[in-house]
């Protein structure tokens, strides 16, 4: 840290400073920055063209551009600078520490040592800054071309035309730039390359075989463009609601397109050998079955126990194909790129989300800094959301006005015994829900066991099951709702939270105690074919709760706006519940995932249930609902609803599938796996059979010695345990440098603060001598930095100067700022560099006191 | 180059809809016409945004400063609202969309202007002077780092780097 602060600090060649002329000639070499990011030299083009002219600089001015886009703030406002410092009043001298500990963020972002691995990517982004044509004084354009404009467009080329191809396109594209521009870049840096490979022909050809692939590539891209069924749908969607609504629908796309795969994954690994081999269905059909799952559907592949155990082969002595290890593996590996694919997307939207939110976020200013949903594009509903923000910075100002409140011991009391009793109640009712569901079922399988007279009695009672469990699953979540007005919370974000967390108990208990139902007592019933019976009920579950989905839309939005629009008016319209249909999508498709192995064409059913729920909720919402009052934080509803699908959902039909693989015996009669001790014995046979032959010894040695053996999972999970170990230290390593640069960062405001104080008292000085001595000093003063003259005669104008180019430098590399306050000195001073450095030298001392008495701790 | 084009991915339905804005006998040349800017604000994506005429303006290389654009302004500013733009890229243009002045920092001025956007211009719908200023203020006491009673761009980006709900919603889908 003291290195680079020093090294900085001597370095006065950071700045335009006409002061350090001499300086800087001497010690420009040494400037490690001016070397990393050679050609960001002379990124503030107006500067430079402006004095660098006048002064005939014969060293260009480096500048580390490492802050994010620092050219804006020093490109623009010197385009316009009477028209920008007329509106800029601050910089008086404040009380300490007005630098924010949330400020340094943006350093977390491009910590410097970025800019030097990486630099050169980064900066000329930033640095190449389309200006608006109209500004005024682009009437100076011509004067674009001299040496710093074209000494940076080479250094750009250059760096560019030392790129690997597909980077150059990327930098290329990451420039806020006019295609023009970037075409003119692109040729420049195309003709650069082929005059310094003019000799090496094959990079030529195999750039052009590069170029004919991405083209292919865009081709295709632009065909399955135009395929894509959802686009329409989703944007009017997004239009209308904005994208909090647009989310859930994501989401559901998303669980679509998962079950079209698992689907096709199992059609064709599963049901079409199976197809091959079939016999033939003599079961009656009525219709009804479809409703129930059971009767004529036994006898197919929709579920477990109609797959053979057979090796079909259709050719003698041809290839054949063992049905026991074709399910087994699907669905093992099935389930594994879940896993990833789940993983993956969840620590994405972990990192994207949770660590960057890391400090507690203020919800004014990025409320209206980045609020706007550019995605809508209805009348009314812009209308609307303007309203809805109006009433929310209303509400939020009167809620910053407010005092805190602060609650008496007995009314706190009173809420914490509040929050108890619901607590108790909700989990009360989730565990009577789960005991009915419990009883019923039992009562259910003797009376199936013992068989019904009359058919249509016999489907009925199969039906009176997954009607009571969806019916639980529907009106307990409105139960919780009210419960939680009754609690009145202190915040809506709290409200909502809880609120799911008491619907995913209830859901999840609901799920955990048919599994138990399944795995325990159907499993060792006496049943011809427990797996079909489960598979069944899995059925029908589904499909009932598809169907208290469909009503769900019919009653809670269709006639909650009849009634609404109609009967009390005070109710208006219905708002989407994002929170309900989510936890409904993800009930669903925990049903499917656990379904799979019992009835492996279940994802298909899913697939049509959802692609059906899709469409109503999309009339339904068009119809019957208006946009959410409440601004949802989108991402992290994402982030949540993802995390709760792997978390309880996934997990636990993990383990679902594992007790039903590794410890359940399948039937005798029935399914690819009947006769042996467990579904999983059919791996170990297979091995066995493989053991004979030489030619497959490696897949043997493998599965002893890595997938069956403990201790290559021990060193799997220590080596894990490990890295995992290391990371944390990590994280804290870098939890510690944070708040070393916050720090830094508040010093170097100290010390600008100190500088510009004495420096204010340095001109009222010079300024009340000067104006005794009449106006000759002033002219010599200003022939010799002919380019300041305005910050004399406009007095006040020479502050705002330093102010903003201390701003730029600040942002541009934080430890540059001593530098610039210390170079940026009086034009019309007598202080010489020395004493400017003696003074800036004088506060970062003090500074540096200051920290290592506030912070010593962190001190290396 | 493509670099817009694979951007938005869509670089025949961008020019689709383009030429539809032009004039019928101007669409055979229209990647070299200009669409005025009363044209381009009847797009529907458009149409009802408070800030369609910033982003006319931003996206405009038009020399005579009327606004208009050109196929590849209209490309430039389809891949910036892409999906595929970078954050800071995203970020940057918003800075420039917002900055009302086009002075390169968002002062008071810009922050009240873009207030008025987002709450619509409605009689009923102002917010006092009080209730401005004191916003004013608490937006500035939070994203103004250096203190110098306006908002650059690195800071805005440092606000937006803050808000993952951004990317999503700077986006116009054609």
Redesign the interface.
Not at chain 2, 168 to 173: E, G
């Given at each position: 840290m003291s290195y680079h602060y020093n090294e900085t600090f001597e370095n006065p060649d950071y700045h335009f400073s006409e002061t350090l002329e001499i300086d800087r000639r001497g010690s420009s070499q040494r400037n490690p920055f001016s070397y990393q990011t050679p050609h960001d030299s002379s990124q503030s083009d107006y500067y430079g063209e402006r004095r660098g002219r006048e002064q005939n600089y014969p060293v260009a001015i480096p500048m580390a551009s490492l802050?994010?886009?620092?050219?804006?703030?020093q490109?623009?406002?010197s385009?316009?600078p009477y028209?920008?410092f007329t509106?800029?009043?601050?910089?008086e001298p404040?009380p300490e520490l007005?630098?924010?500990p949330h400020?340094t963020?943006?350093m977390l972002?491009y910590p410097y040592t970025h800019g030097i691995s990486s630099g050169s990517e980064d900066s000329f982004?930033?640095r190449r800054n389309r200006r608006?044509?109209?500004?005024i004084f682009m009437t100076s354009s011509s004067m674009l071309e001299t040496d710093p404009m074209c000494r940076e467009e080479e250094d750009l080329i250059g760096s560019l035309a030392s790129m690997s191809t597909n980077e150059r396109?990327k930098a290329?594209?990451?420039m806020?730039e006019?295609?023009?521009k970037?075409?003119e870049i692109?040729n420049k840096v195309l003709k650069e390359i082929t005059k310094k490979s003019r000799h090496r022909g094959a990079q030529c050809t195999q750039g052009t075989w590069g170029v004919s692939f991405?083209?292919f590539g865009?081709t295709l891209?632009?065909y399955f463009?135009?395929l894509r069924p959802w686009?329409k749908t989703?944007?009017i969607i997004?239009a209308e609601f904005?994208?909090s609504v647009l989310s859930y629908f994501v989401f559901l796309k998303w669980l679509l397109n998962l079950n079209i795969f698992s689907f096709l994954i199992n059609f064709g690994f599963i049901t079409i050998p199976q197809f091959l081999a079939a016999e033939p269905n003599n079961l009656s059909f009525t219709g009804l079955e479809l409703l129930t799952g059971a009767g004529y559907f036994q006898q197919t592949v929709l579920y477990y126990g109609f797959y053979t155990n057979a090796t079909i082969s259709k050719v003698e002595n041809g290839p054949s194909y063992n049905m026991q290890l074709a399910y087994i593996f699907t669905v093992g590996i099935y389930f594994v790129i879940c896993f990833l694919i789940l993983l993956f997307s969840m620590a994405r939207f972990f990192s994207?989300?949770f660590v960057?939110?890391t400090?507690a976020?203020?919800v004014?200013?990025?409320k209206?800094?980045?609020?706007?949903?550019?995605?809508?594009?209805?009348?009314k509903?812009?209308?609307l959301q303007?309203?809805n923000?109006?009433t929310q910075?209303?509400e939020g100002?009167t809620e910053?006005?407010k005092e805190v409140l602060n609650f008496s011991v007995k009314e706190r009391v009173g809420r914490i015994a509040t929050h108890l009793l619901a607590w108790v109640v909700s989990l009360a009712t989730a565990v009577a829900s789960c005991a009915g569901v419990y009883f019923l079922s039992i009562n259910n399988l003797e009376l199936f066991m013992k068989g019904y007279s009359n058919d249509l009695q016999r489907q009925t009672a199969m039906l009176v099951l997954p009607v009571i469990v969806s019916l639980l699953n529907t009106l307990i979540p409105f139960f919780f709702s009210w419960l939680g007005y009754l609690e009145k919370f202190q915040t809506p974000g709290q409200h909502i939270y809880v609120t799911i967390i008491r619907n995913i108990i209830l859901k999840i208990s609901i799920v955990g105690i048919l599994c138990y139902y399944w795995l325990n007592i159907v499993a060792t019933s006496e049943s011809q074919c427990w797996e079909t019976l489960v598979g069944q009920d899995i059925y029908r579950l589904a499909l009932v709760d598809f169907i208290f989905c469909l009503l769900g839309s019919f009653f809670g939005e269709f006639l909650r706006r009849i009634i609404g629009t109609t009967v009390c008016m005070n109710l208006g319209l219905p708002e989407f519940d994002i929170g309900r249909n989510v936890l409904d999508l993800i009930y669903a498709q925990t049903l499917t995932w656990i379904g799979i192995l019992f009835s492996p064409l279940l994802p298909g059913i899913q697939m049509i249930a959802f692609l059906i729920v899709l469409f109503v909720k999309k009339v339904s919402l068009m119809r019957n609902c208006q946009p959410p009052r409440k601004v949802w934080?989108?991402?992290?509803m994402t982030t949540s609803f993802i995390f709760l699908l792997f978390c309880p959902s996934f997990l636990g039909v993990l383990s679902v599938i594992g007790v039903t693989v590794w410890r359940l015996k399948p039937s005798e009669e029935c399914g690819p796996f009947r006769g042996l001790p467990s579904m999983y014995a059919a791996v170990d046979q297979w091995i066995q059979i493989l053991e004979s032959y030489t030619v497959s010894k490696w897949v043997v040695w493998i599965y002893h010695n890595l997938i069956s053996s403990e201790l290559f999972f021990f060193i799997i999970s220590t080596v894990v345990l490990i890295v995992t170990y290391l990371y944390l230290e990590i994280i804290q390593a870098r939890k510690t440098m944070t708040k070393l640069l916050q720090n830094q960062i508040i010093n170097a405001?100290k010390d600008k603060k100190f500088l510009l104080q004495k420096l204010r008292r340095e001109q009222r000085a010079k300024r009340s001598s000067s104006a005794l001595g009449g106006r000759g000093q002033q002219r010599s003063s200003s022939s010799y930095h002919p380019s300041m003259q305005p910050a004399q005669e406009v007095p006040g104008y020479s502050e705002r100067a330093f102010?903003?180019s201390q701003?730029t430098s600040?942002?541009e590399h934080p430890f540059s700022v001593e530098i610039s306050s210390s170079s940026d000195f009086p034009p019309g001073g007598e202080p010489s560099p020395s004493r400017a450095v003696a003074l800036a030298l004088r506060a970062r001392a003090a500074a540096l006191g200051e920290d290592s008495d506030g912070s010593g701790g962190f001190q290396p | 180059?493509?670099?817009?084009?694979?951007?938005t991915?869509?670089?025949?339905?961008a020019y689709k809809r383009f030429s539809e804005l032009l004039p019928k006998e101007e669409r055979e040349n229209a990647c070299s016409a200009r669409v005025p800017k009363s044209q381009i604000l009847t797009l529907?994506?458009?149409?009802?945004?408070?800030?369609q005429q910033r982003i006319c303006?931003?996206f405009s290389?038009?020399?005579t400063?009327d606004d208009s654009m050109s196929f590849?302004?209209f490309?430039?500013m389809l891949s910036v609202?892409s999906d595929s733009a970078?954050s800071?890229?995203k970020s940057?243009?918003?800075?420039?969309i917002?900055d009302f002045?086009?002075?390169?920092?968002l002062?008071?001025?810009d922050?009240e202007q873009?207030?008025n956007?987002?709450?619509?211009q409605g009689e009923g719908?102002r917010?006092s002077s009080t209730?401005m200023d004191?916003?004013i203020q608490?937006?500035l006491?939070?994203?103004d780092?250096?203190?110098?009673?306006?908002?650059?761009?690195?800071e805005?980006?440092?606000?937006?780097?803050?808000?993952?709900?951004?990317a999503?919603?700077?986006?116009?889908?054609l």
């Open positions: 802050g994010p886009g620092s050219d804006c703030s490109d623009l406002p385009t316009s028209g920008n509106g800029n009043l601050s910089f404040e007005t630098y924010t400020s963020s943006h972002d982004i930033r608006p044509p109209d500004d396109i290329i594209q990451k806020p006019t295609m023009r970037k075409r692109r991405g083209r865009n891209s632009e463009h135009q686009h989703l944007k997004g904005g994208t994207r989300n960057k939110l400090k976020f203020s004014n200013a990025s209206l800094l980045c609020t706007w949903d550019f995605n809508i594009t209805n009348e509903a812009v209308k303007q309203k923000l109006l910075i209303k100002l910053v006005n934080r989108t991402a992290q405001g102010d903003r701003n600040y942002h | 180059m493509t670099a817009a084009q694979r951007g991915g869509q670089g025949t339905d529907p994506e458009l149409r009802a945004n408070p800030f303006h931003v290389t038009s020399e400063e590849e302004d490309l430039d609202f970078t800071d890229i940057y243009y918003a800075f420039r917002f002045d086009n002075d390169g920092i002062d008071r001025k922050l873009l207030v956007c987002l709450t619509g719908s917010l209730e004191q916003l608490n937006i006491e939070e994203s780092i250096d203190k110098d009673g306006s908002i650059n761009l690195a805005f980006q440092h606000v937006v780097s803050r808000s993952p709900d951004f999503s919603s700077f986006k116009i889908v």
